[in-house]
């Protein structure tokens, strides 16, 4: 990736993320039907988010937006966020997040530990609540905050248009015929999907929303019930998936116990969806290379109880 001039390289690795292969999770998957993901925890603030939240900072900077006299303010339920505050920290930056009171204690200590300023919105109005109040305090002072907004910049997707599809094409050798991601921001499922559309166009896309409105997949939106993301591009996915909390979260133990993978639970509903659509392949008798997203990693979510079931 493209990087800000003043950043220390040993922070500059964003993406290039490894491709692991998913083998014995399933019957259904085999030599002829493959799943891989994609660990996003690799990043060096330990998400998919990453690759969103540098693209994002660097164009601000780029476009006169973003710079020492400015805070960086958004909304967002922990990752985005935790992009944005190393980032800034290492740019000598400041940051404002407005998070749902119902953050995880770890994320909260990640942020304050960067030095993010942290304002607190209602549990119950989720990260929706969180992006009614960062628009009120932009609107308020304008001139003070570069208003990130994740869920309307286009810098967003662009990051995975750029940068996690050419990474899928080349780690699969051009072998991918299935795209399977969970819709937050919807950022990684439209850029990716976008650039995969134009250079391996007979590939699959399938996108991954909760069940429910409400919910236990940090990181995901049920469009149906939620504010629509302005770069969300509704037409893109050949199919849409649901998936219940409780079945990314059985998925989730399965990945540690199983696979030694420890990852949260949106990749938990991502590798769920992927198995289903695995398990109909292989009873088609198709020829398969799926390729999901592991956002983050489980240890974000370790004092959730889901863990002991
Ligand atoms: C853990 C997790 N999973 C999935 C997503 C969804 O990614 P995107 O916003 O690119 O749709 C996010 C976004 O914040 C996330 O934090």
């Given at each position: 990736m493209k990087t800000g001039a003043s950043l220390p390289s040993q922070h500059l690795r964003v993406g290039d993320t490894p491709l692991i292969e998913l083998q014995g999770l399933s019957p259904a998957l085999s030599r002829r039907v493959r799943l891989f993901a994609k660990?996003?925890?690799?990043?060096?603030?330990?998400?998919v988010k990453d690759r969103a939240g540098l693209r994002i900072i660097q164009e601000a900077e780029r476009a006169g937006l973003m710079g020492p006299k400015k805070v960086l303010l958004d909304a967002t339920s922990g990752n985005t966020g935790i992009a944005y505050s190393w980032i800034c920290a290492a740019l000598g930056y400041k940051v404002t997040l407005t998070v749902p009171g119902s953050i995880a204690p770890l994320r909260r200590a990640i942020l304050e530990?960067?030095?993010?300023?942290?304002?607190?919105?209602?549990?119950?109005?989720?990260?929706?609540g969180a992006i009614r109040e960062a628009r009120l305090i932009q609107a308020a002072e304008p001139s003070r905050y570069f208003y990130a907004d994740q869920y309307n910049n286009e810098n967003n997707w662009r990051a995975h248009y750029d940068t996690t599809a050419v990474e899928i094409?080349?780690?699969?050798?051009?072998?991918?015929?299935?795209?399977?991601?969970?819709?937050?921001?919807?950022?990684?499922?439209?850029?990716t999907s976008r650039r995969l559309r134009k250079l391996a166009p007979k590939v699959k896309l399938h996108s991954v929303e909760p069940d429910a409105a409400l919910h236990g997949l940090d990181g995901l939106k049920h469009m149906?019930?939620?504010?629509?993301?302005?770069?969300?591009?509704?037409?893109?996915a050949d199919e849409k998936m649901a998936v219940s909390t409780d079945e990314a979260q059985a998925v989730c133990r399965k990945l540690a116990k199983d696979r030694g993978l420890l990852v949260g639970p949106s990749g938990g509903a991502n590798v769920a969806a992927s198995l289903r659509l695995a398990e109909r392949l292989a009873e088609e008798g198709a020829n398969a290379l799926i390729v999901t997203i592991l956002p983050d990693n489980g240890e974000r979510y370790l004092s959730e109880r889901f863990w002991k079931e």
């Open positions: 660990g996003e925890w690799h990043n060096p603030g330990g998400s530990s960067y030095g993010a300023e942290l304002m607190f919105t209602s549990p119950l109005e989720g990260t929706d094409l080349a780690q699969t050798k051009n072998e991918l015929t299935h795209f399977v991601a969970g819709l937050g921001t919807s950022g990684t499922f439209t850029g149906a019930t939620a504010i629509i993301p302005g770069i969300y591009d509704d037409k893109l």
